[in-house]
């Protein structure tokens, strides 16, 4: 389940629905008034959904004062109010237009709803997708002294996020995995602050990788990285948790 914010003008529902009818034999013969009735509807179901979303995501995460609250069970990795947890950031140095700022991993000023306070994150350009490979990542380990951490019973990973709208990876980075092709899952970055919710279960690894078998067992890092090469990118994360 995932959790972004979108806005769009009406003009562009009536433009990609024109274009949509010229090519659906199902809006054929549609009148403007019916087009717009239609796109009406479209956007009354849409913000259903997402007050849906954000109605089942709401709990868990509830502020009492300047405590946060969150489900029985949850393992909290950071939410950035102390530094009790070592994060880093870098990057590749190839000399392939790849720039990151901070350059060395800092806390941010301003954080989620739930813990106002700080925030981690990163922005900068990413280059090109090729020999010798641009890379970005913000990460932490998940076990102290470069051991391995059992996450086998836990279900989901959970996270504030805000950015540009832009694509990017989280990864949960395995002791078994040999040649660079981590599992990750995808997530939109939402201009405002929004709650992801990612099942362990949607972790993958890329197609050019070794294929093992989904297993968190051995889990070293938690990393985030931007998914566009040849382009900016600009994230900010908060209140890590992963739930059971």
Not at 45 to 57: F, H, I, M, P, T
Not at 82 to 109: A, F, H, I, K
Not at 208 to 237: C, I, M, Q, Y
């Amino acid at each position: 389940m995932r959790f972004f914010k979108t806005a769009l003008p009406l003009f562009f529902f009536m433009s990609g629905l024109a274009v949509w009818a010229q090519t659906d034999d199902s809006f054929q013969g549609w009148t403007e008034d019916q087009l717009k009735y239609e796109i009406l509807r479209l956007r009354r179901e849409n913000q259903e959904l997402r007050d849906k979303l954000q109605a089942s995501l709401a709990p868990l995460v509830k502020k009492e004062g300047k405590e946060v609250k969150y489900p029985a069970g949850t393992w909290v990795i950071d939410d950035f109010e102390t530094q009790d947890r070592n994060w880093w950031l870098g990057c590749d140095q190839n000399n392939m237009g790849t720039t990151v700022t901070p350059s060395s991993y800092q806390r941010l000023e301003g954080g989620s709803p739930a813990t106002p306070g700080y925030c981690a994150g990163f922005k900068g350009y990413l280059g090109p997708n090729e020999d010798p490979y641009t890379w970005v990542a913000l990460l932490t380990s998940l076990a102290s002294q470069g051991g391995v951490t059992d996450l086998s019973s836990y279900g989901a990973l959970m996270f504030y996020a805000k950015g540009d709208g832009k694509a990017y990876a989280v990864r949960l980075e395995r002791q078994a995995v040999k040649d660079y092709a981590q599992f990750q899952a995808d997530f939109t970055a939402p201009k405002d602050w929004g709650l992801i919710k990612i099942p362990l279960s949607d972790f993958n690894q890329p197609n050019w990788g070794s294929h093992l078998d989904r297993d968190w067992k051995d889990v070293t890092n938690l990393a985030f990285a931007p998914e566009l090469h040849e382009a900016n990118f600009d994230l900010r994360v908060d209140d890590i948790v992963f739930l059971k």
